[in-house]
Structures are given as structure tokens and as C-alpha cells.
């Protein structure tokens, strides 16, 4: 192997396991810390302090052309924004009211939450739906149902514990509605830490991969149903109806290429749920059951899914790069919050995960196999199962993406959840201890099945 492919394939290593995403989170850390206020001139002190952070994630987009217009209009053209619009912009403030619809405002952040993460939301969307095919994951529920049973467990024990934090605390009403915020599984990051403990060979990674994919999927569902931008506009469904039954269209008239789904009825789906007030991040997720597809799943991961041509694997394999990327924006832009924004919320967040989640998942298990005699996979104990209940308390990326849009405020309370989400990181050393204390051994190599390859890259 040459210099420049040994190069080439650590390049390819870092991507494939999300460090853009941890850098792009570790920079905007650095960055909001590091920045200094920026005087205003508002008398408003209840408001978050602007910064060259804030003044970056917040920049308008539109301003870069409009300017331009206004350079040319002449200074007898302008006019002074009426009382009306002052005292409803005002209002709108106050009442904590997210601009929506025109009055948006095509910003950075907007950018990359509202549009970019939409492609992520597609592939984790493609894992989901390709779970349910004939040899997925899910796709047996005899076999998968001591994992989804899991699953419950790992959604309702961080749930619970957050909810009881919040009553404890007597913070309901102000961190409340973030229960979602600690439900959340990192694939990436815990099928990582999940292959240091295990080994790629042990059962314990493909029970951790199939809780990951069902929590994914109530992620989604989560999302969309409890977490509306603005009330909903129902009849904005019928354009998502006509987007899916276009895509459909073109899968019976044999068309192959993924663009053609995208900007056609994906841009159409991704616009009516922008209308409708459900998160437009989820706008192409109802499309890619339609897109042409193999009848069978390989597994997450498997090696033998980048042979494969047809439209849907042609999309992730497109895309996959690019989305690396575009986590690493989304970590800049949603990551930087200082410091000293440790706080109650920070403490919920991390007590789901670090303690509801191996609680959750290990309580459920033990359900499974001792009050509905289910089966573990062979090859598993409940060591396995705890430390495996501690890896899955990494959220991270979709746990930083719920804590947006449940506080869509910005300023302290949403920085103390953010704070909980960027820390579940120490799931990882805490499910490496545990494992060392509880004798868990990694796999040796030479034991994985042929057919269940999962190593990436």
C-alpha cells in the first residue's frame, strides 16, 4: 500500500465514523466560548448576548442579494417599516412565536437543519425501510422482538427518568417538553464503541444495530407527531399524498435515477411538510418506500450493499459522502454553547440517557425472556445486555437535533439541553468500564457470520 492510499484510506476512516461531525462540534464549542459579545445597542438584557457565533448561525442568506438590490434602489425608494409590523414583530417575540413561511429567513442555520439534515433524515429513513425486507432486522418479529421490546425500554426509561427529574426539580414547565430529547440512539457513534467492546463478531452488535434502526424509526415518529414547528396545516398532507403517488408513478414507469425523485416529488414532499409545520428535516422520508429497491436487505453496514445499483442504494451511495459533511455543519451550527450553560437541563438530558437508557433496555430484556418467553440472541448474557444499555445512551447527533426542536428559543434553557446531548458522550467510557468490570471480552474476528458482515466501510 502507497503513502497516498494509507493516507486516503484514514481519510476514509474518519469520515465513515462521523468525525467531521464531532469536529464541527468540537469548533463551534470552541468558538461560542471563545467569542465576545457584540454591542447591540438593545435595552432588551433578557435576551441571549449576539456574538460572532450567533451572528454566523443567524446570518441571512437572502441579505446577500437584497443588499445588492439596495445598493441600486436609491435612497428615495426607502421606506421606514410601519407601526403595525413593529408592534406584530414585537408581539411575535414575545409570545416566543417561530417565524415560519416567508418570514423565515433563509439562514444558516435554517440551511443546514431545515434542508441539509433532510438527506440525513433520507438515509437514516433507507436503513428503516430496508430493515422490514426479507432479511432485514425487522423483518422477522419473532426474531426481532426481544430487541424492539428493547427499544421500548430504551425510549420509556429515559423518558421516565427525565419526566421524574422535571417534577422533582419543579422545572415542568420550563424543560417539559424536552422528555424526547434523551430517547435518541447514535448509530454511528455507538455501533463504533460497540464494535471496541464487542468485536464486529459478537450478537451483542447486531442486537445493538436493530435497536438502534427501531429507535431511529420512533425517532421519526417522535419528531413529526410531538414536535410541530407552528400548529398544523393540515391540508398541506393532500401535496404529501401527491408527492408519494408521483413517486410512485416513476417507480412503475421504470425509472431509475434517484434525482428524478428528489427534485421532483422530494422537493414537493419536503414543501408540504414545511407548510404543514412538521419539521421539514423529515420532507423526504415518506418517498424512499417508493423509490425502486432490492427485495432483500444485507444488513446495516454490509460490505456487499455497495454492489448493489438499484435506485435506493444508488441515492445512499450518492449521498453518503456529502451527508458527513453536512453533519459536520450541522455540529457548528447547533454545538456552540458555552460553558457555563450547565444546568438542570443538563442534568435531565444526561440522567436519561446515562441511567433511563441501560435501565430501560435491560428491564425490558429481562421482560422478554422472563415474562414472555422470548429469547435472548444466543452468544448473550445480561452482561452484554447492561454495557450494551449503556452504549446506546450515546445521543449525540439526533439528541442535539431534538433539542432544537424542542426548545426553539435560543438562550439558556435550550443551551442546558444542548450541553446534556453534546455530554452523553461519556456513555462511552462509562459502557468500556462497565464492560471491563463485567469480564466482557471482544469477539475474536474469525467468528463472524458470513452473511451478517457489518464492518463499515
Not at 422528555?179 to 452488535?205: E, K, N, Q
Not at 416513476?250 to 434525482?259: C, D, Q
Not at 432483500?296 to 449521498?319: C, Q, V
Not at 445521543?395 to 444542548?418: I, R, Y
Request: charged share 15%.
Amino acid at each position: 500500500m502507497t503513502e497516498h492510499e494509507q493516507k486516503s484510506g484514514i481519510v476514509r476512516t474518519l469520515i465513515d465514523n462521523s468525525f467531521l461531525l464531532i469536529a464541527g462540534a468540537v469548533g463551534a464549542l470552541i468558538w461560542a466560548n471563545m467569542a465576545s459579545p457584540i454591542p447591540t445597542g438593545s435595552d432588551d438584557s433578557s435576551a441571549p448576548p449576539e456574538t460572532s457565533y450567533t451572528r454566523f448561525v443567524d446570518f441571512d442568506l437572502t441579505s446577500l442579494w437584497s443588499a445588492h438590490e439596495d445598493d441600486h434602489s436609491g435612497d428615495d425608494t426607502q421606506t421606514t417599516a410601519s407601526p403595525n409590523a413593529t408592534e406584530q414583530t414585537d408581539a411575535a417575540e414575545e409570545t416566543g412565536e417561530e417565524k415560519h413561511g416567508g418570514h423565515h429567513g433563509l439562514t444558516i442555520h435554517f440551511v443546514i437543519n431545515d434542508i441539509l439534515m433532510a438527506l440525513f433524515f433520507a438515509i437514516a429513513a433507507k436503513e428503516v425501510w430496508e430493515s422490514l425486507l426479507p432479511g432485514g432486522a425487522l423483518s422477522n418479529p419473532r426474531k426481532a422482538a426481544t430487541p424492539l421490546l428493547a427499544t421500548v425500554g430504551g425510549i420509556a426509561g429515559p423518558a421516565l427518568v427525565y419526566v421524574v427529574g422535571c417534577y422533582f426539580t419543579g422545572t415542568q414547565d420550563i424543560f417539559g417538553k424536552g422528555w424526547a430529547v434523551p430517547c435518541a440512539t447514535d448509530i454511528a457513534f455507538s455501533y463504533l464503541i460497540a464494535r471496541m467492546i464487542f468485536g464486529v463478531g459478537h450478537p451483542a452488535i447486531a442486537f445493538l444495530l436493530l435497536l438502534a434502526i427501531a429507535d431511529d424509526a420512533a425517532g421519526l415518529m417522535i419528531l413529526a407527531v410531538f414536535y410541530p414547528q407552528a400548529p398544523l396545516q393540515y391540508y398541506w398532507f393532500l401535496l404529501t399524498a401527491g408527492a408519494m403517488a408521483l413517486a410512485f408513478f416513476l417507480r412503475t414507469a421504470k425509472v431509475h435515477s434517484h434525482w428524478v425523485y428528489l427534485l421532483g416529488p422530494g422537493i414537493l414532499c419536503w414543501y408540504s411538510f414545511y407548510q404543514a409545520n412538521i419539521h421539514a428535516a423529515l420532507g423526504l422520508v415518506p418517498i424512499i418506500p417508493f423509490l425502486p429497491h432490492a427485495h432483500t436487505d444485507l444488513g446495516m453496514f454490509a460490505k456487499a450493499e455497495k454492489n448493489r445499483e438499484d435506485t435506493l442504494n444508488e441515492f445512499e451511495h450518492f449521498w453518503k459522502t456529502p451527508v458527513e459533511f453536512f453533519l459536520g455543519l450541522f455540529g457548528l451550527a447547533n454545538a456552540g454553547v458555552v460553558m457555563s450553560s450547565l444546568g438542570t437541563g443538563t442534568w435531565l438530558v444526561l440522567g436519561g440517557l446515562l441511567l433511563g437508557k441501560p435501565l430501560g433496555i435491560t428491564a425490558m430484556t429481562l421482560f422478554a425472556e422472563k415474562g414472555l418467553k422470548l429469547q435472548k440472541p444466543a452468544g448473550m448474557d445480561y452482561r452484554h445486555v447492561v454495557t450494551l444499555g449503556m452504549v446506546a445512551g450515546i445521543g449525540f447527533t439526533v439528541a442535539l437535533f431534538v433539542s432544537v426542536a424542542a426548545f426553539t428559543q435560543a438562550g439558556p434553557v435550550q443551551d442546558s439541553v444542548k450541553m446534556g446531548a453534546l455530554l452523553s458522550f461519556a456513555a462511552a467510557p462509562l459502557a468500556i468500564l462497565i464492560a471491563k468490570m463485567l469480564g466482557v471480552r471482544p469477539e475474536p474476528r474469525a467468528s463472524v457470520n458470513p452473511q451478517m458482515d457489518t464492518e463499515a466501510g
